[in-house]
């Protein structure tokens, strides 16, 4: 198993091929475990003497979830069909938990990889208690496009508006906005598990309540920042205007205001795309 970074997402794949490792490949691979677990100890050494303290964590967790920038972006929704939505905290708030509670270890490493998929361990270490929890992401080698553009074709299927997708291998750029992704989002639901439930509950009543001020200050800078965002993604103000049933972004009230930045927020981790999120529901698919 070959660590690939101590905190940040990875950035690299492991070398591959059909025979064992060099001795030299090994005695680096041996070098670099040894380095990473001298700094975990080291850190945990500084941990035990420079412990947490809950009440802390909570007031500076508050602190940020008072800022309007970091309450617009501390939560995602997304579609998950019957008119159903999940939604959650971002990778932004689980960074923002992270560096208030402090002595926290995040890890990648990549356990296997062939010339189809590669599988990730995302792991968080409490390096006070020594609690620790792990996650493997088994990531294919692919991407689906809309025109295969003289790509490698591994696949076809028609999408929801009955227009033809190709699966085709991806691209060394490709594969590293995906690892980034999953390993960003695997660390968040690890993290996550480590913030207390009250805590949690107080932040999500601050993020509430900074958005609400920020909206009565001033709605139309609120309007123009979500649609600024969406036209980020190459999302125009028109079709926004169509997903909200046709509704004048400026009549829009402040929960559906909520409801397009949080799909943002949403889009921008990774967990939806904004064709998943205009797509019909299964119901409407099948009568078509």
């Known amino acids: 198993m070959t660590l690939v970074n101590s905190n940040e997402p990875i950035t690299s794949l492991v070398p591959q091929g059909e025979h064992s490792l060099s001795t030299t490949t090994e005695t680096m691979s041996v070098a670099i475990a040894a380095t990473a677990r001298a700094e975990v100890e080291a850190r945990c050494l500084m941990a035990m003497q420079n412990p947490r303290d809950w009440d802390t964590v909570r007031l500076v967790l508050l602190k940020d979830c008072r800022r309007p920038g970091f309450a617009s972006s501390a939560r995602y929704a997304k579609p998950i069909g019957g008119g159903k939505k999940a939604e959650g905290f971002t990778v932004r708030f689980a960074e923002g938990a992270k560096r208030a509670m402090r002595n926290i270890d995040t890890r990648a490493f990549i356990v296997r990889e062939d010339d189809f998929s590669q599988t990730i361990r995302v792991g968080v270490l409490d390096l006070e208690n020594n609690n620790s929890a792990a996650v493997d992401v088994t990531l294919d080698k ?13 696949g076809s299927r028609k999408n929801s508006e009955g227009v033809p997708t190709y699966k085709v291998a991806a691209t060394e750029d490709e594969m590293l906005a995906k690892r980034n992704a999953a390993i960003s989002k ?5 993290i996550l598990e480590i913030l207390p439930s009250d805590i949690a509950e107080e932040a999500l009543f601050q993020i509430q309540t900074t958005r609400a001020d920020e909206f009565k200050k001033d709605p139309d800078a609120v309007r123009k920042g979500i649609v600024d965002s969406f ?12 997903h909200m049933g046709g509704t004048d972004l400026t009549s829009l009230s402040p929960h559906e205001l909520q409801y397009l930045r ?13 064709r998943e999120v205009t797509a019909p529901p299964p119901d409407e698919k099948s009568e078509e």
């Open 186 to 190: 695997a660390k968040r639901n690890l």
């Open 262 to 274: 949080d799909t943002y927020q949403a889009i921008r981790d990774g967990e939806t795309t904004w």
């Open 231 to 242: 036209a980020s993604l190459g999302v125009m103000p028109d079709q926004l205007k169509t």
């Open 142 to 154: 692919t991407v689906e496009r809309r025109n295969p553009d003289g790509r490698l074709v591994l």
